[in-house]
């Protein structure tokens, strides 16, 4: 195919990305140095800068920058630890029994993450069943406090985005030839150091591909800790993304939503810069 | 491989995948149970799994008032479905194009849906639900037209540019879609397409344009170029082989792309809930059950996410060979 005829094919996509993610991109660094509110959405005010000096000087904005932080570090290792333990352990059970297996792993991927949310949150309700549990245990009940709704944010996130790294540690998996492991065995190597020293070295790009995604999933996470605080802000259990959703839509702060948008996009170029130049290095050889 | 024997490891690694299984399903279960329990029994202080399973959350949701002959109005709805899909599965018997049959089935199918509140007094949710289907079905149908055509350059052009838009498309799909969506907001506020249906495909579409490209593309990659250049020797120009000779036996991945889109479009939470004022779509409406005071928003909101998940687990269970197909294929990227 030659360069026109590429093009051709490419035009009508290629005009839609640069007109709604290239071009909103740009919008959003020029909002962010307006003052607008809903008002004044049609002139909005030149200020400059002040909008990032307002974010770095808000406190609820670290806050939120802080709990993101610490929900990719608990929320990402736990769900590659448990994902890869899951994904092993269905490797060593029979065809027949894994599909179902795999079918029940997949309910919380494939369900739309609002309704997810909606349904993990049923547990903890007055008369859910984990509540209920919660109250023989430990005998208080179950309220709603910064730590709970903070744990219950990670438990959901455990939940919801676990089958993703199983799924892909699986398919991997399917991959490792059987000699490999039948040679190990032979030599006297124990389960235990077969994952250590065949399994895991196998799956080593596997893990840092997922590894990249999860933390970027796990940085825009919205759906459910929107869920789970609505009507009950409390605010120490923000996220960035909810916090510059209140910024823009409940305080009408939109300049100041944008710088934070704008903030969080550098932010997140530390991971996306080598999981683009991974991808790009990859793509170039393959053709 | 040689698997484990022991049968006490046996034993333990069933016992921990069951036990992560249930984890997975319990949600699902329990939602399922409550939302068929009056609000005094789903606010019981133990957990209560035997009592007499009503409709009343269902139909609190859906419906205004009970139509006066419920039986009735429930078998014609069942036959009229049941005879589409009866027409959708005996495609190939019609002197027809089976493509035709499939879409005719869907747009009446449509119409039906449509003209029901005409008939039975439904509540706003319906109305919802409609919005859902509608946007869901317009960010299908351009995002494959126009991403098929993408996918295809891309599987078959070898200069570097491709490799370019491709790291570049993935780039901004990884991006946190807040930064695009507050600039869509201000756009549709201005232009006055703010709460249209028309806003929120376009924008879907844009959004997930690079997951469509990326994953068309690795599907056009497993055709033989051979297939389209013996047509373009027999004197057809690119395009009319394209559409004439690929696409026909492409079906499988648009259908397995098309089922993905589909997933996105409909679970798509904070771009509806930013470009709507009340052209809602199911997942906004149904964030809205989250929280409330009185009793009865637990089983209420239980059913409606019932009623949500529903129409996505029939979908998945009819294509699920496709689903596997897509998610094996490694093209799900985010």
Redesign the interface.
């Known amino acids: 195919?030659n360069?026109r005829?590429?093009?051709?094919?490419?035009s009508?996509?290629?005009l839609?990305?640069l007109?709604?993610?290239?071009?909103?991109?740009l919008?959003?660094v020029w909002?962010s140095m307006q003052y607008m509110t809903f008002r004044n959405?049609?002139e909005p005010e030149f200020v400059g800068l002040a909008n990032y000096v307002a974010v770095f000087e808000d406190q609820k904005f670290w806050n939120a920058f802080s709990f993101t932080m610490t929900f990719i570090a608990i929320a990402v290792p736990m769900q590659i630890f448990?994902g890869f333990?899951?994904a092993v352990?269905?490797?060593?059970?029979?065809r027949r029994i894994r599909g179902i297996?795999i079918a029940?792993?997949l309910?919380?991927f494939?369900?739309?993450?609002?309704?997810?949310?909606?349904?993990?949150?049923?547990?903890f309700?007055?008369?859910?069943?984990v509540a209920?549990a919660f109250r023989q245990l430990i005998g208080s009940r179950f309220i709603l406090t910064e730590q709970s709704v903070k744990s219950l944010i990670l438990i959901h996130a455990l939940?919801a985005a676990t089958?993703f790294p199983l799924?892909v540690f699986f398919?991997g998996l399917q991959t490792?030839p059987?000699e490999l492991?039948?040679a190990s065995?032979i030599d006297g190597a124990t389960?235990l150091r077969q994952v250590r020293h065949i399994m895991i070295p196998h799956l080593r790009s596997l893990f840092v591909f997922v590894g990249l995604?999860s933390i970027?999933?796990a940085?825009?996470v919205?759906?459910s800790v929107?869920?789970?605080t609505?009507?009950?802000p409390i605010y120490k259990a923000e996220v960035m993304?909810l916090y510059?959703?209140r910024t823009?839509?409940s305080v009408q702060r939109?300049g100041k939503?944008?710088a934070m948008?704008?903030i969080?996009?550098v932010l997140?170029l530390v991971v996306?810069v080598p999981?683009?130049l991974r991808?790009?290095k990859e793509?170039?050889e393959e053709? | 491989m040689k698997r484990i024997d022991n049968r006490y490891a046996l034993g333990v690694i069933y016992l921990i995948l069951t036990l992560y299984a249930a984890f997975s399903v319990i949600p699902f279960f329990w939602t399922t149970i409550q939302s068929f329990k009056t609000p005094r029994q789903a606010n019981s202080r133990a957990p209560l799994f035997i009592f007499e399973p009503i409709l009343d959350n269902y139909t609190d949701l859906w419906l205004k008032s009970i139509p006066d002959d419920p039986m009735l109005a429930a078998i014609i709805l069942v036959a009229i479905f049941g005879l589409l899909v009866l027409v959708a599965i005996n495609a190939k018997r019609f002197p027809l194009p089976r493509g035709f049959v499939y879409l005719a089935v869907l747009l009446a199918g449509f119409f039906v849906l449509v003209q029901i509140p005409e008939f039975i007094k439904t509540q706003t949710f319906y109305n919802y639900f409609l919005n859902t289907i509608i946007v869901t079905a317009g960010t299908i149908c351009i995002s494959i037209s126009i991403g098929c055509l993408a996918g295809y350059g891309l599987a078959r052009y070898s200069g570097i540019a491709g490799v370019i838009v491709l790291v570049a498309a993935l780039g901004f799909r990884s991006l946190p879609g807040m930064s695009y969506i507050l600039p869509y907001w201000w756009f549709g506020q201005r232009s006055g397409l703010y709460d249209t249906h028309i806003l929120l495909i376009i924008t879907l579409v844009a959004i997930n344009q690079p997951f469509t490209i990326w994953m068309l593309r690795s599907f056009f990659m497993n055709i033989p170029k051979e297939i389209e250049e013996s047509a373009m020797v027999d004197g057809a120009n690119r395009l009319t082989a394209f559409i004439s000779v690929i696409i026909p036996i492409m079906w499988p991945g648009i259908i397995s792309t098309a089922l993905f889109t589909l997933l996105l479009a409909y679970s798509d939470f904070l771009l509806v809930r930013i470009l709507t004022q009340s052209n809602w779509t199911l997942t906004v409406a149904i964030s809205k059950y989250a929280a409330g005071e009185d009793p009865g928003h637990i089983t209420l909101a239980a059913a409606a996410a019932v009623s949500a998940a529903v129409p996505i687990i029939i979908v998945v269970f009819i294509f699920q060979g496709q689903l596997v197909k897509g998610l094996t294929s490694g093209a799900v990227k985010g």
């Open positions: 195919m360069r005829t590429f093009y051709m094919f490419m009508p996509s290629l839609v990305m007109a709604l993610m290239v071009f909103p991109l919008t959003s909002l959405i049609n448990t333990l899951i352990l269905l490797d060593q059970v029979s297996y029940a792993f309910m919380p494939i369900v739309v993450p609002v309704v997810g949310t909606l349904m993990v949150k049923q547990l309700e007055s008369g859910g069943i209920w939940w089958p799924i398919a490792l059987d492991v039948e065995m389960r995604i970027m999933d940085y825009r919205f759906d929107f869920v789970l609505e009507q009950n993304m510059t959703f823009a839509m939109l939503a944008n948008s704008v969080t996009v997140i996306l999981f683009l991808t790009y793509q170039t053709r």
